[in-house]
């Protein structure tokens, strides 16, 4: 079966501070994977997503940029953080061949102090 | 384009009474609907899909979901909540032509009282 894996839990970063976000599948090859951020009490939104190595897509201008060196691994960094990056940051994939859905990580909680 | 409202923002309800979370969608195309669930602190989990066929549709921990085109809405149901199903769910559509975007509702917050 898929499993998506995602780290860290919880980050504390400051303001200024570079930021880096693993996310790696396993059980399926060459996935569609996304990058979603769930600010406090509202929905998803979707920042990057990609079909294939090296390719990244980005729905929102901003200082946070992905990256995708291997098939299974999505990155997604910053150089620079801003308080407006906290968040509750999810890798998820999405099956293309039957549920159509989506398998999310379980979740970073990123704080930018 | 696609939008997704869900109508309720939050939604208590008592141990052992019926629920129902309203999804209603908008698109210019024919569409995958799907209801998640998302625990304090998780990701979010699949808890049904319609995709096509029955428009009734089951999912997880007893919810089920009905699609109705021409009132462009998918209605989450369970006829006897627990303790255990308080949670955020969230609608979500997808374009049936092969596109690369889900567009999530901004979520309903359930609440199950004892």
Redesign the interface.
Known sequence: SQTIHQWPATLVQPVGSPLSLECTVEGTSNPNLYWYRQAAGRGLQLLFYSVGIGQISSEVPQNLSASRPQDRQFILSSKKLLLSDSGFYLCAWRDLGTTYGYTFGSGTRLTVV | AQSVTQLDSQVPVFEEAPVELRCNYSSSVSV?L?W?VQYP??????LL?Y?SGSTLVKGINGFEAEFNKSQTSFHLRKPSVHISDTAEY?CAV?PNTGG???I????TRLFVKA
Do not use: E, I, S
């Not at chain 2, 999530?104 to 979520?107: N, P, R, S, T």
């Open positions: 995958y799907f998640y602190n998780q990701g979010l989990q699949l899909k995709l969230f997808t690369f975007k889900t999530f509702g901004a979520g």
